[in-house]
């Protein structure tokens, strides 16, 4: 079960990663229209400020979602550097679960203000903004995914059911 849930780890963070680099590929491609758009015609596009900005929402939620998957996220490193051996490992899966509570809520607020804002339009295209939004629910949700699963891989390590991996 653990190596099921691993590979689906896995898997979900390969394609945060591919829509991370598509969104800051679509986002260079286009500030990039822009700038040549604003010196060789001297006017400039209003849709590619509103691509630029949501494509930057998105990354960073993708960013988030990675960074959990590989333990990168925000720690309290002062804390975690003074224990050693199971305490620290202990203190690592406390940080997991409160990590994963605020993910947690973080899903449910970005479901409401999903579904407050889907019949507004964004300002500068033509799609709901709630596509823009729904990036906190989806992403923290992979968020939850991860944690979850790098939980399980620190308990069982710690039990000495397997080798820490993943987690």
């Known amino acids: 079960m653990l190596k099921i849930l691993n590979k689906v780890s896995e898997r979900l963070n390969r394609l945060c990663q591919i829509l991370l680099v598509l969104s800051i590929t679509i986002l260079v491609a286009a500030m990039f229209i822009q700038i040549l758009r604003r010196v060789f015609i001297g006017s400039t596009f209003t849709w590619v400020d509103g691509v630029a900005r949501y494509m930057l929402i998105w990354g960073t939620f993708l960013g988030a979602a990675i960074a959990a998957k590989e333990s990168e996220h925000i ?56 596509w823009i939004y729904g990036a906190i629910p989806f992403c923290e949700a992979i968020i939850v995914f991860h944690l979850g699963v790098n939980f399980i891989n620190k308990v069982a390590a710690l039990a000495g059911l397997s080798a820490p991996n993943g987690g």
Do not use: R
């Open 75 to 130: 720690s309290l490193t002062f804390i975690a550097d003074k224990l050693t051996g199971k305490a620290n490992q202990i203190f690592e899966c406390l940080l997991y679960l409160c990590f994963a509570f605020l993910a947690c809520y973080a899903v449910f607020a970005g479901i409401q203000a999903v579904q407050l804002v889907l019949p507004q339009k964004s300002d500068s295209l033509p799609i709901s903004v709630a």
